[in-house]
């Protein structure tokens, strides 16, 4: 496998192993496990897969459903999201003009680092990061950076077992998702999309692309030594029937779509923010 090339920890716990050597790591929105840093630093493996063979196309659901409306308790989706892309690996800052442990890197598994921006100060913007722990972020001289903007945003809600796609703060589709079981959750929080990685040959089901996130599956530390273990929206691994029309909690972690609703994320592109929501 090229060093580039995620492989998602959770996608291949029952595959066999001569598969899930030379596939893409995706654990669960798909996890992907890698071990580049999170599990792309050294070409991460998912734990998320299992054996079946893809459902044949009859049995395949439609996966877009009329937009529905946010639930009133969340706040309303905001119409973009300002984006940052390190020019080279930079230090890290705690706080403007406080140097912290550690440096922000330039590259996350081979890909570049488009990173939301979630604060700013004159002269400095704050960002979330892609590695471990969840929820880690830093503090960048404006000047080390190339600002641009993304109109879209993806919530997953756990509760309802829902992926829903934004555009311009306004609600897109919804389509029913396969989501982390109880002892291999989805963790919620704030994330983003990374990169796209294209699927592993021969492709068992995760449809025409995954996505890998900067979310990390907590129940899953270390999948087969990759080092890491991140979250990863794919295809469904032909079970379209257990994900039906309204989801299902069947995954260890990563996302699983219909192939026609991970197509609608085609668009999205890295940086693109993802609340995931219990």
Known sequence: MSPGRIRTALA???????????AVAMVGV????TSIGLVLSSGGRTAEAKSQ??????????????????????????????LARL???????????????????ARWYER????????????????????RPDGSTAWLPASDVTLSTT?????VDLATTKLSLYDDGRLVFSAPAGVGTTDDPTPTGHYFVAFDEPPPQPNPGYGPFIIVTSDHSRAIGDWEG?????????????????????GAKISH???????????????VPPGTPIDVVG
Do not use: F, M, N
Not at 117 to 127: L, R, Y
């Open 12 to 22: 291949y716990r029952d595959i066999p192993a001569s598969r899930a050597a030379s």
């Open 30 to 33: 798909a996890v992907l496990a």
């Open 53 to 82: 063979p893809p459902a044949p196309a009859p049995a395949r659901q439609a996966a877009r459903l009329r937009p529905a409306v946010p639930p009133a308790s969340r706040p309303a989706v905001p119409e973009s999201t300002e």
């Open 87 to 105: 020019r080279e690996t930079a230090p890290r800052y705690a706080a403007p003009g406080r140097l912290g442990a550690g440096a922000v890197p």
């Open 112 to 131: 570049p680092s488009v990173l939301p921006v979630i604060a700013a100060k004159p002269g400095w913007v704050e960002v979330r990061l892609a590695q």
């Open 151 to 155: 109109p879209y945003e993806i919530v």
């Open 226 to 246: 990759s080092g890491d273990a991140v979250i990863g929206i794919h295809g469904p691994l032909g079970e379209d029937s257990e994900i039906g029309t309204s």
């Open 253 to 267: 972690g990563c996302i699983r779509l219909h192939d026609q609703a991970l197509e609608e994320l085609t668009e």
